[in-house]
């Protein structure tokens, strides 16, 4: 298995996190199961071949598609060898860059030709490398950005406020904004409500002190991450991951963060 992760040039930074490629060249009968774990970020998925990943209920994958914001843990399979590329996009990216209200594609993965009518699908399978894919994205970005129409300033100084761990209250002091408005614009530019963002990156920040400590007392963790007690925090790990913390560290295999390879 390899991954490799590429920070976008700096006019794309606002919108896209990170474009990242995972694969593996192992040409075998071994079926593959990873799971994605919701972290508040969209996403575009390439495949390099159609009908290589499948959900759990056994439907082929886009081969460039969409997903909005995951609320529960979903299952991907796949067989033998693969080569797939991401794009992490910022919370806000999916109303900014293609004009879709975001909360329409929570939970969901979306072909992109039912998004944007762009030719970019044929451009990236006729690649021959990674860069010159790459490129095409940035490139196909770019234009996106020049035909932004909805760019909420507001919206984008909340969602970063919630990703700094600020309280709903304190958001809305700060803001000086009504719940109902910061649920709303929160809803149509991220997807989901602020309450539930706000529980996936307090999630995402335990997940992360996890990945770098070999906790043998997750009370300790959980006050770390801000719950109040194991019992809760462990209750939202199972949420968004279908395990425990323990199994979870045991029986996964992140080169991705947030698309671990789930041991059989």
């Not at 071994?30 to 970020?41: A, N, R």
């Not at 209750?235 to 080169?255: A, D, M, Q, R, S």
Request: net charge positive; charged share 25%.
């Amino acid at each position: 298995m390899y991954y490799q992760k590429l920070i976008p040039i700096k006019q794309l930074q606002d919108y896209i996190r990170y474009f990242w490629i995972l694969g593996s060249s192992m040409d075998d009968n071994i079926h593959k199961k990873f799971k994605i774990i919701p972290d508040g970020l969209p996403a575009l998925i390439f495949q390099n071949e159609p009908n290589l990943f499948f959900a759990k209920e056994g439907k082929a994958m886009p081969q460039l598609f969409l997903y909005g914001q995951s609320t529960k843990c979903t299952e991907h399979r796949v067989t033998g060898a693969f080569k797939i590329i991401g794009v992490y996009f910022q919370p806000t990216a999916l109303k900014t860059l293609f004009n879709v209200e975001a909360f329409e594609l929570n939970n969901q993965n979306v072909s992109l030709e039912h998004i944007i009518d762009d030719p970019i699908l044929e451009k990236l399978i006729n690649a021959t490398s990674v860069n010159e894919k790459i490129d095409i994205l940035t490139y196909f970005f770019l234009n996106l950005i020049q035909k932004i129409r909805y760019n909420d300033s507001k919206v984008e100084f909340a969602s970063t406020l919630l990703q700094r761990g600020k309280t709903l209250k304190e958001i809305q002091i700060e803001m000086n904004i009504s719940e109902r408005s910061l649920e709303r614009m929160t809803k149509q530019y991220v997807g989901i409500s602020p309450k539930m963002f706000s529980r996936i990156i307090r999630f995402q920040s335990g997940l992360n002190i996890l990945r770098k400590t070999d906790f043998k007392d997750f009370t300790e963790l959980a006050y770390m991450a801000d719950y109040f007690d194991q019992s809760h925090y462990i209750k939202e790990f199972k949420e968004f991951t279908g395990t425990n913390p323990k199994n979870f560290v045991l029986n996964t295999n992140e080169h991705l963060a947030n698309f671990p390879l789930w041991k059989e």
